[in-house]
């Protein structure tokens, strides 16, 4: 298997697959090797970057649940003290966060192959606002989510839970986020829309990029690795402009003995 973080091994392997597809020797395209190394460089750089992050995420987790242990035995000892307890609330929600961006990172570094496999479209979502772990004031509205999915069960999941959470925390504490399945063969397009201050179009131009944010309490991680998983096992994700709120489209093929 060739490494996706060596931009050289990368090119020799397309010129040589390219030299197959065209029944010619390999040394007949050695010349375009360094174009084809400059063009695929970006790539194995965002490779490497990934599995650097993957590590030191890997190496995170362990001190995280030491202060997560700690912050629950504080809790304990503070309740009778109101301003004691406001302050081991926000490190309960600092340590939530950084819980979710470790496992961010962790999911970009991931080398763990895409696995699909026909499941039930209803008990996935379920799992997923389950995941989600969204506070009992908000408002979540499910329409017409029925049908089989070829996907990759974990992985989409965690899509649909990074979803919920950017939608809530984009509308802000009294918000409804709509949500909504229609089918487009070979699809079911599952249409998530809240009613917040959506997102200035000039810049949604960068929401799928790795490390771009607009909220204070995003990391830029969530919608760069959404997407690549969605795209990985056969759908995608995008970003729809809408006169109210914000909407994306997460599209889930449909399992093949339903089509």
């Known amino acids: 298997m060739h490494d996706p973080s060596d931009p050289n091994e990368l090119a020799r392997a397309v010129c040589d697959a390219v030299a197959a597809a065209l029944g ?4 007949d395209v050695i010349a375009a090797r360094p174009a084809v190394q400059a063009l695929l460089a970006p790539f194995a750089a965002n490779v490497a970057a990934g ?5 030191a995420a890997h190496e995170l987790r362990n001190p995280l649940a030491v202060v997560a242990t700690s912050a629950s035995i504080l809790e304990s000892r503070t309740s009778n003290d109101k301003r004691a307890s406001d302050h081991v ?3 309960q929600r600092q340590i939530a966060l950084a819980t979710r961006i470790v496992g961010d990172m962790v999911e970009a570094g991931s080398a ?3 696995s699909r496999e026909p499941v039930l479209l209803e008990p996935l979502l379920s799992q997923a606002i389950e995941d989600a772990a969204l506070p009992d004031s908000l408002r979540l509205e499910v329409r017409s989510c029925e049908g089989r999915v070829l996907v990759d069960p974990r992985r989409t999941r965690q899509i649909l839970s990074n979803l919920l959470r950017n939608s809530f925390a984009a509308a802000g504490g009294s ?3 709509t949500l909504r399945a229609r089918v487009e063969s070979p699809y079911i397009v599952l249409s998530m829309q809240d009613d917040g201050p959506g997102i200035d179009p000039a810049t949604s131009v960068r929401l799928f990029s790795l490390g771009a944010t607009f909220s204070d309490a995003g990391h830029g991680f969530g919608l760069a690795i959404a ?3 969605a795209r ?3 759908g995608d994700l995008t970003f729809v402009p809408s006169e109210r709120g914000a909407r994306f489209d997460l599209s889930l093929l449909i399992a093949e003995d339903e089509r």
Do not use: H
């Open 175 to 177: 918000a409804t986020v």
């Open 227 to 229: 997407r690549s998983f």
């Open 89 to 91: 609330a926000k490190i």
């Open 24 to 27: 010619r020797d390999p040394s």
């Open 51 to 55: 599995r650097v992050a993957g590590s």
């Open 112 to 114: 763990r192959p895409i």
């Open 232 to 234: 990985a096992q056969g």
